[in-house]
């Protein structure tokens, strides 16, 4: 037991002197949700608190108490998941104990997490702890769910983390709710449940859950539909997400108050003030954009039913139903050339280019030619804003 705060630096500092001990990037514990048929499957691991970068002395005691049960931890390896029970937990709190009685609130979350798992009879396996050493392919659901917590929450900048082979760690399942359905339960359970009315109601079927079953927003910031954005998209404090054509993916979102009426897919990232009309689609690495993620600067707007498969510099405008790939040919007067040269000094202009030339740079206006149906590209002469109103 430890029964000092002293005591319990100390103890810190001998588990991270163990040969080899490294602190983790990444840890947390979970509640995993099963298969209802094969239960060595988790179709979901939901975090209470998840840790990135941050609280190495909650890891280190969570570390101690799996190598005092005997575990062999491998640090050197890109990640380590462990199911624990109750013997795990009583050592965690008796190495927390300085921490126990103040752990409330925004104080001390990793001992709040020990203090409500102490008072579960019986863990049956529903809980784990991970830690991921390195930002490695993933290489279970549970480190896959640690990592988009860490981008949703804001903890880890958009694009930064290594999700490669993430889908195929996840399993496709049916969403009643917050709770994940083996598609092999359900069909073999199907008479019966329907029968006696116990079928549950299917929201969606994915791998992926809904941002909003994990996270807790900003204040300012609004979803109208819960469908509009994934587990792992990261939306900035004043973003509104209306419903209808809108939807964020995972490892996309925005950086700033933002209004989204259109797509943002994934690893598109949209900047502070900017607007993606109704309709209005921002390719992603998958659709378009030979696997170059897209960033839109701030205070762009994409009109209505638009379409940008190139990077967007601040202050730009594609008017609605405008499609700018980069392979589009884009006329520019030689007035305009002159007046987007002052903007972007170091651009190389002409008054014929390929879009992805104008790639990034300010200020922007793409329109088209209503008689000739030429895009043609010109000095932005107005302000994007949002209404402060309602961000």
Partial sequence: MINSTE????????????????????????????GQKNAEKILQATYAV????ENYGSAAIFLKALMDSGVQVDFDAGEYVATIDEEFVQKCMEMFNPYVA???????????????????????????????????????????????????LGKAELRSLNLNGAFGKLENVAWSGNTPYELDYLRENEIEMKLKGTYPNIDMVD???RLL????????????????????????????????????????GTL?????????????????????????????VLSGTDGDPITIGENTLLGANSTTGIPLGDGCIIDGGIAIFAGTKVTISEAEVEKLQK?????????????KD??????????????????????????????????
Avoid: C
Avoid at 21 to 28: L, T
Avoid at 218 to 230: F, Q
């Fill in 343 to 355: 903007a972007n000094p170091e651009a190389k202009l002409s008054t014929l280019m390929k879009a």
């Fill in 256 to 284: 700033g108050p933002v209004m989204v009426e259109g797509r943002i897919s994934s690893s598109a990232v949209v900047g502070s003030g900017s607007d993606v009309g109704g309709g209005a689609s921002i390719l992603g």
């Fill in 207 to 209: 791998k992926f859950p």
């Fill in 50 to 53: 998840a840790n990135w970068k």
């Fill in 358 to 391: 104008l790639a990034g740079l300010n200020g922007v206006h793409f329109r088209q030619n209503s008689t000739t149906g030429q895009i043609i590209a010109m000095r932005s002469t107005r302000e994007v804003k949002l209404n402060e109103e309602l961000h």
């Fill in 102 to 152: 103040e752990a409330t609130g925004e104080a001390h979350k990793n001992v709040q997490v020990i203090k409500q798992l102490s008072q579960i009879e019986k863990l049956d396996k529903a809980y784990k702890v991970t830690f991921l050493f390195d930002d490695a392919a993933p290489e279970s659901a549970e480190s896959v769910y640690l990592k988009l917590y860490a981008l949703s």
């Fill in 7 to 34: 005591q319990f630096k100390a103890l810190i500092e001998e588990v991270k002197a163990t040969s080899g001990y490294k602190d983790p990037i990444g840890f947390g514990i979970a509640r995993v949700d099963r």
């Fill in 213 to 252: 079953s994990h996270v807790i927003l900003a204040d300012n910031t609004r979803i109208l539909d819960t469908s509009k954005v994934r587990m792992g998209a990261q939306l900035a404090a004043g973003t509104t997400v209306m419903p209808g054509a809108s939807y964020i993916n995972f490892n996309a």
